[in-house]
């Protein structure tokens, strides 16, 4: 099988994170894989291994050249399948070009907001079947109108592996400069209204005063910092809440963290979430989107309302108050993820999918 995967991020993020997990574990199974990525992407300098590489000029949604591109890169390489990772055009484009072919196509939907029932019943023709990461986005996808034979839910995973080995505490106070005492809370999340990182400075500030050791660590970047940061200083929260930027090493210092706050207004899945869980971290999140399938509430974590900040100010109140809380959820989590978001089973999903539309396509024949 010859598969095109089509990835419009410019960042190494998680959409694009699982876009290589995928790409790594069909290559295992046989499948030969190609990428279409925008030029200077960081995707294509991680995946060499497990695909040929296509970088094309990629402009957002108003690149209606953008499918005569793929149009033309897809009768190049012959694949059996065009499978369609993000947005930014690629979604839109994407499937014209798989239209304007004849290729059977796939899109992966990674954001649970809405979208207007005309929208979702002209745009979703291009596509042979959506893959929603979360029960969540399939959930709004069906409302919307989207017929239920359309659309499979494959859950995004995580390379455990990793996030398994023990972190270096030690290490963690050193690189960002914080007290051996302290009680770390971290955020991993690109810097988006969305994200909620307001929520959390909100209820820092609530409890800076009964929590001196207290500490934040912000990792991610993204349009939002230079308010944030400004937002922080305001409030005079400089000494606890650090900005990390956007970690390669992450994997190094999560497992060092003491609890992972999370409290954004909506989230398709959350990989951050599932890489807290593997490094046996315990979380606060939100009822949002996917969130309830990455954190069972009670058991590896506590959801709150979104945009609830009194809630998240006493879930973290009973964390940081309650060492044995924080171990008892983090051991949990890290043992529903070995058993229920591995990536083979996500990559066997996708590969389900694929082998589902294409005997379709035969039988249409």
């Keep these: 099988m010859r598969v095109l995967h089509v990835e419009s991020g410019m960042r190494y993020y998680g959409g694009a994170r699982q876009v290589a997990y995928i790409m790594e574990g069909l290559a295992a199974h046989g499948v030969t894989n ?6 200077g992407a960081d995707i294509a300098h991680e995946v060499g291994a497990w695909a040929e590489v296509h970088q094309i000029p990629m402009r957002g949604d108003i690149d209606v050249g953008m499918a005569s591109r793929m149009a033309k890169l897809i009768r190049q390489l012959q694949p059996d399948i065009v499978h369609l990772h993000s947005r930014r055009g690629a979604d839109v484009w994407g499937g014209v070009a798989a239209k304007m072919t004849g290729t059977p196509c796939v899109l992966s ?16 023709r291009l596509y042979d079947r959506v893959i929603t990461i979360s029960e969540g986005i399939r959930g709004v996808l069906l409302s919307e109108g989207l017929a239920p034979e ?10 455990a592996a990793p996030y398994l080995i023990p972190a270096n505490r030690d290490a963690l106070c050193g690189e960002f400069s ?6 770390v809370i971290g955020m991993v999340a690109q810097l988006i209204p969305r994200k909620g990182h307001r929520y959390l400075i909100e209820s820092i500030q609530a409890l800076r005063q009964d929590y001196p050791n207290m500490r934040v660590l912000m990792f991610g970047r993204g349009a939002l910092q230079p308010e944030l940061e400004n937002e922080v200083k305001t409030r005079g929260l400089s000494d606890i809440i650090r900005f990390a930027g956007f970690r390669t090493d992450l994997p190094r210092w999560m497992g060092a963290l003491d609890i992972l706050a999370h409290p954004a207004d909506m989230e398709g899945l959350g990989v951050s979430l599932l ?34 900040v009194s809630a998240l100010t006493s879930k973290l109140r009973l964390l940081l108050e309650d060492e044995d809380l924080r171990k008892r959820l983090g051991d949990a989590g890290r043992k529903r993820i070995l058993s229920e978001f591995s990536v083979e089973a996500m990559v066997q999903g996708n590969l389900a999918v694929y082998r589902s539309v294409l005997e379709n396509r035969k039988h249409e024949k």
């Design 178 to 183: 914080l007290p051996q005492n302290a009680i």
């Design 34 to 39: 190609f990428l279409a990525c925008p030029v």
């Design 150 to 159: 359309r659309v499979t839910c494959v859950r995004s995973a995580v390379d």
């Design 275 to 308: 890489q807290a869980s593997a490094a046996a971290v315990p979380i606060i999140a939100t009822r949002a989107g996917g969130m309830p399938e990455a954190v069972a509430d009670g058991i590896s974590g506590m959801l709150i309302q979104p945009g609830d």
């Design 109 to 124: 939907r990674r954001v649970d907001n809405p979208e207007p029932r005309w929208l979702v019943a002209l745009k979703y």
